[in-house]
């Protein structure tokens, strides 16, 4: 049989189990309506037999009030036509048949009450009849029946025609369920196969799409989304690991022979201790520098924003950032001017952003100094866009050659012109992070001499989240 070769979890399939029972419920009510009709049916042409045989038995009675049983055998005896529905039968007090066209006395109708009994038209030839017998007062019988064979035979028909037709109906209905449940588990199990593969480890796998557009597709779709997430998610936590194994070997070391150092050469001097402590200490002020940063950057990206944004006035913010760098601006000789005006509002992480153009001031006033060093400035200024809020810092410094913008973004990269100045090459990629956890952008341009900062961020709207 086809259902035969179907794996047995199509018959444990939900739309299987689905099928089956509303067939089930179908065929309950289907089943429970036609049986009342039919029952309906048949009484009502069991009704007009009888009330038939009723008139005509009221007949023969007043037949027999009025002439006596005689005139009643000779009634029936004009009746009783060998083929005809009419059935009758008339006996004496000794049950001798006096006249009718049954043979005998039917035997289910030996008492007082009428039914229906079985008869023999020709022999061999059995049908059903039902019939009202009479008792009268001189003790004479009169039996008077209809014939309801055809009525039976409409009735088994009948059934006959429903059986087949539920039991067509049941069948098609199942094959459906089976039929729809196959094609489901197709797809189910193509998904589960791709969740083991995935599981298995190959992180690349993704659940293969029908193109139909429907939930299993959106689910495949967003199954196929959180892979993603993950996958980058998992990526960039090896490259952090990557990175905090290489990058923090050398500070660490560096640390350790410095304190090494002061112990060899210290002697009894408790100022080479102090110089050598102090410059220990300036190197574990650097790791923790380093570390915090670190953890910014991976929280960051693994983070949403959703709650901790807030609308705030971005001139006076960015003002306030570049305040404070004004003293270390001026120490080297740089000068700082900012151009925001008041009031461009936008809805953002406060701290972040802040964080973002510290970073970026930061940069400008390390890396920006003209070579040879002379006076130099630093322009910090605010525009307003059609949505967007522009924040750029430019220097007049060496700048980046184009080819290493793109790199200077990344964790970890600092080019070869700065190895010399202290830093851990996290800032920029902070300022990407920020950009891309507010879905803005950040690109680094040619300012002819020098760098120019533009950190693009979405105004967003109050509660968007961005
Ligand atoms: N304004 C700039 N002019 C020239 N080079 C720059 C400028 N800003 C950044 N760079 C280059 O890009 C590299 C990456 O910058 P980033 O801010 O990410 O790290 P860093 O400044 O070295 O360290 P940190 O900011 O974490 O202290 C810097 O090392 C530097 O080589
Ligand atoms: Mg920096």
Redesign the pocket.
Known sequence: MVLGKLGASAWTSTPFRLAALSIAAFLLTAAGIVGFLFWQTNDLLTEQVLSGLRAEVQELRHIEAAAGSASVAEAVKLRARPDGPGLYFVADRNGRKRAGNLSRLPPELQGEGGGTFRYEREPGNERLAVALPVLFSDGSRLIVGRDIEEQREFANRMRTVFLLGFGLLSIAGLAGGLGAGRLLLNRIDQINAASRSIMAGDLSQRVPLAGTKDELDNLARNLNMMLDRIEQLMSGLREVSDNIAHDLKTPLSRLRNRAEATLRDGGDDCAQYRAGLERVIEEADELIKTFN?MLLVARLEAGALEGTVEPFDLGALVRDVAEFYEPVADEQGLELTVDAGDGPEIVANRHLVSQAVA?LI???I???RSEPPGPGSIAVSVTELANDMEIAVA?R????SAEDRER?LKRF???E??RTKP???????LVAAVARLHHGTVRLEDNAPG?R?VLVLPRGRAGTGA
């Open positions: 940063a970073n930061d940069n400008a390390k890396y920006g220097d410094g060496p700048g980046i200077a990269v600092r080019l012109a700065s830093g851990t090459g996290l800032g920029l990629s760098l900062a």
